[in-house]
Nanobody, 121 residues
Framework: QVQLVESGGGLVQAGGSLRLSCAAS????????MGWYRQAPGKQRELVAG???????NYADSVKGRFTISRDNAKNTVYLQMNSLKPEDTAVYYC???????????????WGQGTQVTVSS
């Protein structure tokens, strides 16, 4: 199996910044797509940003120009730099990745445990 550990969430004032990290561990052969999702109370989980193994990125319209996703393949880690935060960015943020893992190569998709981001007005 693969474990994901997220960090970097917290409370910040509107206009502030946070950087989320998600580190994967386990018997990892390679990691394909990585992404960040968020879920606000009473709302469905939505894609915030994604990055492919070729470093192509995509963003939700609501975060374009404010958030930046990046990855460090040597550390099996994906990051989300969040700038100019707004109260409507308040949510639990989850990382997700698709990886080939295990001694008998197996493809799987895994989620992080979630980290709370709260933006006060």
């Amino acid at each position: 199996q693969v474990q994901l550990v997220e960090s970097g969430g917290g409370l910040v004032q509107a206009g502030g910044s946070l950087r989320l990290s998600c580190a994967a561990s386990g018997i990892i052969v390679s990691i394909n797509d990585m992404g960040w999702y968020r879920q606000a109370p009473g709302k469905q989980r939505e894609l915030v940003a994604g990055i492919t193994s070729g470093d192509r990125t995509n963003y939700a319209d609501s975060v374009k120009g404010r958030f930046t996703i990046s990855r460090d393949n040597a550390k099996n880690t994906v990051y989300l730099q969040m700038n100019s935060l707004k109260p409507e960015d308040t949510a639990v943020y989850y990382c997700k990745l698709e990886t080939i893992f295990d001694y008998v190569p197996t493809i799987g998709r895994f989620w992080g445990q979630g980290t709370q981001v709260t933006v006060s007005s």
